[in-house]
Nanobody, 124 residues
């Protein structure tokens, strides 16, 4: 499967963005999917993940209550709805697929295929 992330941009604090992750190739619906982010000078960190069916979701504490991960397997697309954005959310956001697990993993090492990243910048 190949992944293409999009939807990033510049937004003021308190604003919203919806990121999309379009998949092609292997059957996207078989795999758990996650979103990670990486700010300059920092390690890539887990944001959210969703099981292959969409029935189970996982969030980093920083994302709980503000971000919502979802997927539309019929469209081979995953989403990350981000509300109440803060300047500290500024980062490159990546989507990734876990070919073997359920999406519970929060380490980048547990994901096997990555999209190219989309920049999110939140101004104060």
């Amino acid at each position: 499967v190949q992944l293409q992330a999009s939807g990033g941009g510049l937004v003021q604090a308190g604003g919203s963005l919806r990121l999309s992750c379009a998949a092609s190739g292997r059957t996207f619906s078989r795999y758990a999917m996650g979103w990670f982010r990486q700010a300059p000078g920092k390690e890539r960190e887990f944001v959210a993940a969703i099981s292959w069916s969409g029935g189970t979701t996982y969030y980093a504490d920083s994302a709980k209550g503000r971000f919502t991960i979802s997927r539309d397997n019929a469209k081979n697309t995953g989403y990350l709805q981000m509300n109440s954005l803060k300047p500290e959310d500024t980062a490159v956001y990546y989507c990734a697929v876990d070919l073997y697990g359920s999406g519970r993993g929060k380490s980048p090492n547990e994901y096997h295929i990555w999209g190219q990243g989309t920049q999110v910048t939140v101004s104060s």
